[in-house]
């Protein structure tokens, strides 16, 4: 088994100006691979071209938006809303991993309410996109 390290252009090579430009970087540092966490503000086209150009793969992003889906009143439509663009951006990259997070809890539910609340959501996010080719992966859950 090998071990692939990703850098992650957020904080990493900031000194070489905008994404596409970090994604050299990391290339000329050795990096085969990256990660970054927002999309919805990156020029994806950019950073998939200067990927695919110096051969280093995107491993992953960060669900957009980012929020806590077990406060009650959250909007759960526009949330989905979103998954659904950060799902066209990472197929746009692709990404094959897109990072969703619970958020921090709520403290006026009852912890088992809060995981059946994440444990809905989330089933309801993979069945939206089965399909698609993407894997989801849950940051971990305060």
Not at 7 to 22: K, V, Y
Not at 92 to 115: F, H, N
Request: proline share 4%.
């Amino acid at each position: 088994m090998s071990l692939t390290l990703a850098a992650n252009i957020d904080l990493l090579f900031t000194e070489t100006g905008d994404f596409p430009q970090r994604v050299a970087a990391a290339a000329d540092a050795g990096f085969e691979a990256v990660e970054l966490w927002t999309t919805s503000d990156r020029d994806v086209d950019a950073i998939h071209r200067v990927a695919s150009e110096r051969g280093v793969a995107i491993t992953s992003i960060i669900a957009e938006p980012r929020t806590n889906i077990t406060f009650p009143d959250t909007d759960l439509e526009s949330y989905y809303t979103g998954i659904a663009h950060t799902v066209d951006r990472a197929i746009a990259l692709e990404c094959p991993r897109i990072l969703v997070s619970g958020g921090t809890g709520y403290l006026r539910m009852k912890r088992p309410e809060q995981l059946k609340r994440v444990t809905e959501v989330y089933a309801e996010v993979i069945a939206r996109h089965e399909g698609s080719g993407i894997v989801f992966m849950l940051e971990n859950f305060n």
